[in-house]
C-alpha cells in the first residue's frame, strides 16, 4: 500500500508542476506579445522626449 501511494504522490507531484509550468509559457508568450507590441504601438515623443512607455 506504501509504494501505491508514494507512486500516486509522486504523479500528483510532476502532473502539478507540469501544470504551472505551461501556465508560466502561456504568461511568458502572453507578455512577450505585450512587450513586442510596445515596440510597434509607442507614443509620438516631444522634441525632449525619447517617445518610449519604458525609461532605460
Known amino acids: 500500500m506504501g509504494p501505491v501511494l508514494l507512486v500516486l504522490?509522486?504523479?500528483?507531484?510532476?502532473?502539478?508542476?507540469?501544470?504551472?509550468?505551461k501556465a508560466l509559457w502561456w504568461i511568458a508568450v502572453l507578455v512577450l506579445v505585450a512587450w513586442?507590441?510596445?515596440?510597434?504601438?509607442?507614443?509620438?515623443?516631444?522634441?525632449?522626449?525619447?517617445g518610449r512607455w519604458y525609461r532605460w
Not at 513586442?36 to 525619447?50: T, W, Y
Open 36 to 50: 513586442l507590441l510596445g515596440f510597434v504601438i509607442h507614443p509620438a515623443g516631444g522634441p525632449g522626449r525619447k
Open 9 to 21: 504522490l509522486l504523479a500528483l507531484i510532476l502532473f502539478g508542476a507540469g501544470f504551472a509550468l
